[in-house]
């Protein structure tokens, strides 16, 4: 009972946090830039165009929020959840030259990406839609989450090429000039 209620409790913090960043860019909710702000910096992280990356990024943040708070298709959510977050904090390293947070880098979503896999290697406890559908099990199994985490790296790393490829001196002067 101790550990369903630990990922409960992650479970329900992760699809906070991610509901949270998603509404920030959508809606301007918790104090966010909305979604004329969330293009400006989608466009100053290299990925173009920024409006539709923001609105991508919110809705993929919004799926995994969903699955990852109810614990349903808990892989998915894995997948969707760190692979979005391994491109905020790739791209965020990448802008800044820092993996600091303080620095404008990427710390903060890559240690969310990092707890969101683990949830795809625990599984989403008993305490789940996937538990009550017998699932929960399977879930756990230690392949499931790693092929979650694989799909999150392999669809990440297309973002992540764009980023590096945009952010590069040579591109930006041409972008500018």
């Known amino acids: 009972m101790g550990p369903d209620i630990g990922l409960l409790v992650v479970r329900a913090l992760l699809g906070f946090v991610l509901f949270a960043h998603a509404t920030q860019k959508l809606l301007g909710w918790f104090h966010g830039p909305g979604l004329g702000g969330a293009t ?5 992280l290299g990925q173009r165009p920024g ?35 391994l491109v905020a904090g790739a791209a965020s390293t990448m802008r800044s030259g820092s993996r600091w947070n303080t620095g404008g880098g990427g710390e903060y979503p890559l240690v969310l990406a990092v707890v969101v896999a683990t949830v795809g290697f625990t599984g989403p406890g008993g305490y789940s839609v996937d538990a009550v559908l017998g699932l929960a099990t399977l879930e756990a199994d230690v392949r499931v989450g790693a092929i979650a985490a694989a799909v999150a790296i392999v669809v990440a790393a297309f973002p992540i090429a764009r980023t590096r490829r945009e952010l590069r001196p040579e591109t930006r002067v041409a972008r500018t000039g």
């Open 51 to 85: 409006r539709r990356m923001a609105v991508l990024a919110s809705l993929c943040e919004l799926v995994a929020a969903v699955l990852l708070a109810l614990g349903i298709a808990t892989p998915v959510g894995v997948a969707v959840g760190t692979g979005t977050m």
């Open 40 to 44: 400006t910096v989608f466009e100053a």
